[in-house]
Nanobody, 127 residues
């Protein structure tokens, strides 16, 4: 199973981008898909997560109201619509799959909870 992230690029502040994460290979029993990001010199941080079943979502405070995570179960694809982008959103964005069930959604925000990772896509927001 592979996760393929795409859609990154260079955009001016205030602009929008949509990232995609497609899962290929054998269908796996993941519960949650997440997006994380890592800026140069900083640790990887949680951005957003969504459950495959039910579509429950969770967002980092820094992106809530600007980013929207969604999914297409038929395509095994998760999206991250990013609006009102800011220079501080500049980072490599990674998608990841969580295959362990946790009743506490806190675990959706922890990178250590995720088992599978995509290769990352660069997002650069110019001021």
């Amino acid at each position: 199973v592979q996760l393929q992230a795409s859609g990154g690029g260079l955009v001016q502040a205030g602009g929008s981008l949509r990232l995609s994460c497609a899962a290929s290979g054998r269908t796996f029993g993941s519960y949650v898909m997440g997006w994380f990001r890592q800026a140069p010199g900083k640790e990887r941080e949680f951005v957003a997560a969504i459950t495959w079943s039910g579509g429950s979502t969770r967002y980092a405070d820094s992106v809530r109201g600007r980013f929207t995570i969604s999914k297409d179960n038929a395509k095994n694809t998760v999206y991250l619509q990013m609006n009102s982008l800011k220079p501080e959103d500049t980072a490599v964005y990674y998608c990841a799959a969580l295959t362990t069930f946790y009743s506490d959604t806190y675990y959706y925000t922890a990178s250590s909870s995720y088992d599978l990772w995509g290769q990352g896509t660069q997002v650069t927001v110019s001021s």
